[in-house]
């Protein structure tokens, strides 16, 4: 669930005693400030949340509970989960790479990190990273950075 304001990660406006907005106290009355669109960043959230859920209501692969986990790397203080929605081979896949901790791919842009159990795409089909909006032809062997999450599905 995605409360108005969230999907462009607005801030909470408060007020204290005397009127003024402080975010250390008071009460919040502001309604969803949406002049704060026009920050680029903010902009590239909601664009980023318009397309996970237009996966997430779109995708057959998400419509059932399957799961499986198909890659978990707990060495060297990191914390990377792979998991798969969907049925391997199928048409209708999503696989999630999230990186619960500090661990960065060494190389930056350049390094990769490497799922072995990586599912293959299905002719004529390839791999598509949602939240990047790009095509991924090394899914499976893209840079992982610190706490980041990536989305790939089949188109």
Not at 59 to 68: I, K, P, Q, R
Not at 83 to 106: H, I, K
Request: charged share 20%; net charge negative.
């Amino acid at each position: 669930m995605i409360l108005a304001g969230e999907e462009f990660a607005d801030q909470h406006d408060l007020f204290d005693a005397n009127g003024n907005v402080t975010q250390g106290g008071g009460k919040q009355v502001d309604p969803v400030n949406f002049a704060r669109l026009t920050d680029d960043w903010r902009h590239r959230i909601r664009q980023c949340v318009a397309r996970l859920i237009t996966l997430r209501t779109s995708s057959d692969a998400l419509a059932g509970n399957d799961v499986s986990f198909i890659h978990v790397d707990f060495n060297d203080t990191k914390r990377v989960l792979v998991w798969q929605r969907g049925t391997t081979g199928s048409t209708q896949q999503v696989v999630v790479v999230a990186n619960f901790s500090d661990y960065d791919s060494p190389g930056g842009l350049s390094g990769e990190y490497i799922v072995p159990t990586w599912p293959a795409a299905p002719a004529p089909m390839s791999w598509y990273e949602i939240t990047q909006d790009r095509p991924a032809p090394q899914a499976g062997r893209e840079p992982i950075f610190a706490w980041e999450a990536k989305v790939y599905a089949l188109k």
